[in-house]
């Protein structure tokens, strides 16, 4: 596609802007998720609002939260900061129930033996919980990648730098080459943001890889 061989360096500049909207909101989103699911699985009075309050704020319209965000962070509304708050917000919506879930399939048994062993509370949520929990955990960040690279593309009605300005640039003057590109790009992206969850996810479970093998 001639247009796109015109156009390499601008996409693949709009691709890193993409790629660090999407990716940046995933790590906070999965570390603020963690504790929030570790209090909805150990304490279960707090498990139904926590689950149905984080649930209820993946209803927000991406786009009225955009613009409301510079009203209740203070920024400019250009500022790409509204946008990872608000991927934030919706990664966190989507894995509290995940991280909950996930921790809550490691067998009561698998406990009491860490704990017989010696294993305070904390460390047995890292050490044996928390690493038992990763193939759950995972495949909810998997959702959740695919649904920021989504998102993201929003944001280019607000003027923010990013694969979305593709469609906005194609749509406004009636030319399919840069949706086309666009399309193809945030596909593209979506698939190497869950090919790396797996492989991270893959490392982490050892067992997991072995009792395939075997």
Same mark, same amino acid.
Request: with cysteine; glycine share 8%; proline share 6%.
């Given at each position: 596609?001639?247009?796109?061989?015109?156009?390499?360096?601008?996409?693949?500049?709009?691709?890193?802007?993409?790629?660090?909207?999407?990716?940046?909101?995933?790590?906070?989103?999965?570390?603020?998720?963690?504790?929030?699911?570790?209090? #909805?699985?150990?304490?279960?009075?707090?498990?139904?609002?926590?689950?149905?309050?984080?649930?209820?704020?993946?209803?927000?319209?991406?786009?009225?939260?955009?613009?409301?965000?510079?009203?209740?962070?203070?920024?400019?509304?250009?500022?790409?900061?509204?946008?990872?708050? #608000?991927?934030?917000?919706? *990664?966190?919506?989507?894995?509290?129930? *995940?991280?909950?879930?996930?921790?809550?399939?490691?067998?009561?048994?698998?406990?009491?033996?860490?704990?017989?062993?010696?294993?305070?509370?904390?460390?047995?949520?890292?050490?044996?919980?928390?690493?038992?929990?990763?193939?759950?955990?995972?495949?909810?960040?998997?959702?959740?990648?695919?649904?920021?690279?989504?998102?993201?593309?929003?944001?280019?009605?607000?003027?923010?730098?990013?694969?979305?300005?593709?469609?906005?640039?194609?749509?406004?003057?009636?030319?399919?080459?840069?949706?086309?590109?666009?399309?193809?790009?945030?596909?593209?992206?979506?698939? #190497?943001?869950?090919?790396?969850?797996?492989?991270? #996810?893959?490392?982490?479970?050892?067992?997991?890889?072995?009792?395939?093998?075997?």
């Amino acid at each position: 596609m001639s247009w796109l061989s015109d156009h390499f360096s601008e996409v693949m500049d709009l691709t890193v802007h993409h790629i660090y909207l999407a990716g940046v909101p995933l790590l906070i989103g999965l570390a603020l998720a963690l504790p929030f699911g570790w209090l #909805a699985r150990r304490y279960r009075f707090l498990y139904p609002p926590l689950i149905i309050g984080t649930g209820l704020l993946y209803t927000i319209p991406s786009l009225s939260l955009f613009v409301l965000m510079p009203l209740l962070v203070g920024t400019q509304i250009l500022d790409p900061v509204n946008v990872i708050i #608000a991927l934030t917000i919706y *990664t966190l919506a989507l894995l509290v129930r *995940t991280v909950a879930d996930g921790l809550g399939a490691v067998p009561d048994d698998v406990n009491q033996a860490a704990t017989a062993m010696g294993y305070t509370r904390g460390r047995r949520f890292f050490a044996v919980e928390l690493p038992l929990a990763v193939p759950v955990i995972a495949a909810g960040l998997r959702v959740a990648a695919v649904s920021n690279v989504s998102i993201v593309s929003v944001a280019a009605l607000l003027g923010i730098p990013q694969l979305g300005q593709l469609f906005l640039d194609g749509y406004q003057r009636f030319f399919y080459d840069p949706i086309i590109v666009g399309l193809i790009a945030c596909i593209l992206l979506a698939l #190497a943001f869950d090919l790396v969850i797996v492989a991270i #996810a893959r490392l982490l479970t050892p067992w997991v890889r072995a009792r395939q093998g075997a």
